[in-house]
């Protein structure tokens, strides 16, 4: 089973409008990552975030981490055509696994 | 571009075949991680090895089999192909284990298609 779940499962916005996606885990974790796939390619890193902390600034991306809730949210700010991708959250579930969720497709219309 | 290399970047098979799917980490990583993507899905852990040993397991069918050799590449074996196997293959690599894994480099991928 999927260690992290990512709500909505899509997203459709104009550019330069924001946008929010989340990711929910079920096991305590050391650190949270989120990745960019575009269509057909290789995963890339954004940001990790370690458990100890709440928030994490990477350019136009904001990342939040509630241990408590175990959840995790990605925020892309004015975004644009080019950041339509998969979004994929990862969690370590305190072993040497890296599971990934099932992913937001996130569409920017121009 | 990641370091990771992945070879060969596509595959076409029949049900029943075997296939090597090669993986080069980046320079300096010792952890290779080999994941499952079929069509509009998730990434599928299989498996995971640090430094020539394997460090975790994942859903891999006992149909496939991995290592990784002293030069650290990694190859991951397929056997008794079946349609459902169709996939793209994803290895990553990062230079720490456990807590200190950090960031995951990704390889282009492997698709495979079983016909």
């Known amino acids: 089973s999927q260690q992290g779940e990512e709500d909505p499962q899509a997203l459709s916005i104009q550019e330069g409008e924001n946008a929010t996606m989340n990711c929910s885990y079920k096991t305590s974790i050391n650190n949270l990552q989120w990745y960019r796939q575009n269509s057909g390619r290789g995963l890339v890193h954004l940001i990790l975030?370690?458990?100890?902390?709440r928030e994490k600034h990477s350019g136009r991306l904001r990342v939040t981490l509630d241990t408590s809730k175990k959840s995790s949210s990605l925020l892309i700010t004015a975004s644009r055509a080019a950041d339509t991708a998969s979004y994929f959250c990862?969690?370590?579930?305190?072993?040497?696994?890296?599971?990934f969720g099932t992913g937001t497709r996130l569409k920017v219309l121009a | 571009d990641s370091g990771v290399t992945q070879t060969p970047k596509h595959l076409i098979t029949a049900t029943g075949q075997r296939v090597t799917l090669r993986c080069s980490p980046r320079s300096g990583d010792l952890s290779v991680y080999w994941y499952q993507q079929s069509l509009d899905q998730g990434l599928q852990f299989l498996i995971q090895y640090y430094n020539g040993e394997e460090r975790a397991k994942g859903n891999i069918l006992e149909r496939f089999s991995a290592q990784q050799f002293p030069d650290l590449h990694s190859e991951l074996n397929l056997s008794s192909l079946e349609l459902g196997d169709s996939a793209l293959y994803f290895c990553a690599s990062s230079v720490g284990v456990g807590t200190n894994t950090g960031e995951l480099f990704f390889g282009e991928g492997s698709r495979l298609t079983v016909l």
């Open positions: 975030i370690r458990s100890n902390e």
């Open positions: 990862a969690t370590d579930g305190g072993t040497y696994k890296y599971i």
